[in-house]
């Protein structure tokens, strides 16, 4: 599908944006190794969360979904079954990467595998201290790539240093540890998003976090709870970039997901000089939420990296734009993980915007971006990553001309009412 996006004078209204995508998949997960009912509200319908809800299905769990409703009958922590077939999780590395530290202590052997950019992607990253663990797994022809071979056994914990700040590398270590003998501890280099945790204490798990290390012990069993789903700050993230950058613009987009572990992107666009304000703070979940409202700003560059790029990593290809756009210039290091997202997103984004005449200079670890230009119209590709399309999107509010997004469909893996939602403003 092609997607034609043009300037626009003024952005103004009131929105809600879809639930929070990592939520909604621990929500589903978490729910089905619970013993007894989960009623989920707020559920994130894409496609990634879709794939989640497949494979449980796949292990016996019966799910009932109704749009944004969602409920899961769960099995306990060694209630699942051997899947009939693969495990697919289409487009999810949350899937792949969380489901794999619940499949390695069952009591089954199975495959999981996902599309042609799940192939490419990662997985060495949980298969190391997954099998330190004493998990039996192994990629495709033995390499550190899906397919991926599991068979489930006794675990055992570990002390884990990780690499990266990874949530999704985090949780799967965690779920593990549910199962292991002994303590399972887990030191970061930077704070990742703390989802895992916050759920699945609330669920009646043994986490804690102390000193940059996060611990954990086996579980008899966890017990549901009623789980509201807030809305996503990383979709949530392109409404406030256009609203900051289209003239004449006043946006308020309620119920927004502002976990201090996720919002990297608010810290980073006030530091550019954003009117971005807090309003409503509330706790839902044990979850922070709050209605932004958001104010078109001159913006000024900026440099991050270190602490700050894992609380804004998928926000940063939107953050690309406002940087584009604001006086002086934006440099952004530390961001190697962006090359293995669905797409090398540093690599992606310089290239479709320079296909609208924009300047984004690669680096082994980020982008610099030389402020104050201006974007042509042109023709873009979402190389299939939703967050490159919503991204040339917002690029199209700004440019002098209509951007056309080839792929634009890839946008409802995780927002599938985006372009809807944008045009109502």
Do not use: W
Not at 138 to 164: E, H, K, Q, W
Not at 195 to 218: D, F, P, Q, W
């Amino acid at each position: 599908m092609t997607k034609s996006i043009g300037p626009k004078q003024a952005l103004r209204g009131t929105i809600r944006v879809p639930g929070d995508k990592s939520i909604s998949h621990r929500a589903i997960m978490f729910g089905a190794i619970a013993e007894g009912t989960t009623e989920i509200t707020g559920f994130l319908d894409g496609e990634d969360c879709r794939s989640t809800i497949a494979c449980f299905r796949q292990l016996g769990v019966n799910i009932t979904k109704d749009g944004t409703r969602v409920t899961v009958e769960g099995k306990g922590l060694r209630g699942l079954s051997a899947p009939q077939g693969v495990l697919d999780v289409g487009n999810s590395g949350t899937t792949i990467r969380l489901i794999c530290g619940i499949l390695v202590a069952q009591d089954f052997t199975c495959e999981i595998t996902g599309d042609a950019m799940i192939q490419r992607r990662p997985m060495d990253r949980i298969i190391t201290p997954l099998v330190q663990m004493g998990a039996n797994m192994t990629g495709v022809n033995g390499s550190g790539f899906a397919p991926l071979t599991i068979r489930g056994g006794a675990l055992r914990g570990i002390s884990y240093d990780m690499p990266m700040a990874s949530a999704q590398v985090k949780s799967a270590i965690l779920l593990a540890g549910l199962y292991a003998e002994g303590e399972t501890a887990i030191t970061e280099p930077f704070p990742s998003r703390d989802h895992t945790e916050r759920m699945l204490n609330g669920l009646g798990a043994k986490i804690r976090v102390s000193n940059g290390v996060i611990t954990s012990r086996s579980v008899e069993r966890l017990l549901p709870m009623p789980i509201e789903v807030p809305g996503d700050i990383s979709s949530a993230a392109f409404f406030i970039v256009a609203a900051l950058l289209v003239p004449d613009s006043h946006v308020v987009i309620q119920n927004v997901n502002v976990n201090e572990t996720r919002t990297g992107i608010l810290d980073a666009l006030r530091m550019m000089g954003a009117n971005i304000r807090l309003l409503n703070q509330r706790t839902v979940c044990g979850e922070e939420v709050a209605d932004l409202e958001v104010i078109t700003s001159n913006l000024q560059g900026i440099e991050i990296g270190g602490a700050m790029i894992p609380r804004m990593i998928d926000e940063i290809p939107v953050l690309a734009i406002a940087a584009l756009c604001a006086k002086g210039e934006t440099v952004i290091r530390d961001a190697r993980e962006l090359k293995v997202k669905e797409s090398n997103r540093i690599r992606v984004m310089a290239a479709e915007l320079g296909k609208l005449g924009g300047v984004i200079h690669e680096t082994d670890d980020g982008m610099v971006i030389p402020g104050g230009q201006r974007l042509s119209g042109g023709t873009t590709d979402s190389r299939g990553d939703h967050r490159i399309a919503m991204s040339m999107a917002i690029a199209g509010l700004v440019a002098a001309d209509t951007v056309d997004i080839l792929g634009a469909e890839s946008a409802a893996v995780s927002f599938p009412d985006f372009y809807a939602l944008l045009a109502g403003l």
